[in-house]
């Protein structure tokens, strides 16, 4: 992780994507600006899933450029998001598109982990409903 980036939890990762308000943002990085957010109304998160979230989005943009949130849905589903600004040569869409699905791959129990955390916390969804329909989906 590069020691460039600071850590930015007061200040959305831009304008554009704090003005969406049909997605939670959780967290994000931007390689132009060299920061990094993380939402405070998921500070409940255990220290080592943030770590892991700056870790994530810190590389990201750091190979691929560009600005990477993830976020979830209105209904609870967790997504990764990238754009990069207007004219921006370095950027790499298809690297973008590649890494998304890696990290989807390598972080599944993780995010499928937070998806049900923000089910029940933001959501107000029954955990237990949850987590046995996760259970079903495993088998």
Not at 54 to 72: K, N, P
Not at 110 to 137: G, P
Request: charged share 35%.
């Amino acid at each position: 992780m590069s020691d460039q980036y600071t850590n930015n939890e007061n200040n959305a990762v831009n304008e554009e994507m704090s003005a969406d308000n049909y997605r939670v943002v959780l967290c994000g990085a931007n390689a132009y600006e060299k920061k990094y957010y993380f939402n405070n109304k998921f500070d409940k998160i255990p220290e080592n899933i943030k770590e892991e979230l700056h870790i994530i989005c810190v590389l990201f943009t750091e190979e691929v450029g560009g600005v990477f949130t993830i976020g979830f849905t209105p209904y609870g589903e967790l997504e990764m998001d990238t754009q990069m600004e207007e004219g921006d040569l370095l950027y790499d869409e298809i690297g973008a598109e590649l890494l998304k699905k890696e990290i989807r791959r390598k972080k599944a129990d993780m995010f499928r982990a937070l998806s049900i955390y923000f089910k029940v916390t933001f959501l107000h969804q029954d955990a237990a409903a949850l987590l046995e329909e996760d259970e079903e989906e495993d088998e």
